[in-house]
């Protein structure tokens, strides 16, 4: 009778599961570091990535992916996956 309780107290718990969505992320201010200012732009939340401009000229020096989405297309709902950046 035990595990027949736990059972379906577990059960009863995993239709909630796959409707849990991410918040959004926080904005971040930039960082201006000897003469470089490194900021982190939201793009849309498909591609976090982070930026470094040179402050005098506002000339882009390079910039670093964190991590992008993809959509991946399952039964008929569209789900975001997320692939760690190379």
Request: overall charge positive; aromatic content about 10%; some cysteine.
């Amino acid at each position: 009778m035990m595990r027949l309780t736990l059972l379906v107290c577990v059960m009863s718990f995993l239709p909630c599961l796959p409707a849990a969505k991410r918040i959004p992320p926080a904005k971040v201010a930039p960082v201006v570091y000897e003469g470089i200012r490194y900021v982190a732009p939201n793009d849309d939340g498909r591609r976090a990535y982070i930026e470094a401009q040179e402050i005098q000229t506002n000339r882009k020096l390079w910039d670093l992916t964190v991590f992008h989405t993809v959509l991946i297309q399952s039964w008929r709902k569209t789900f975001s996956g997320f692939l760690l950046a190379n």
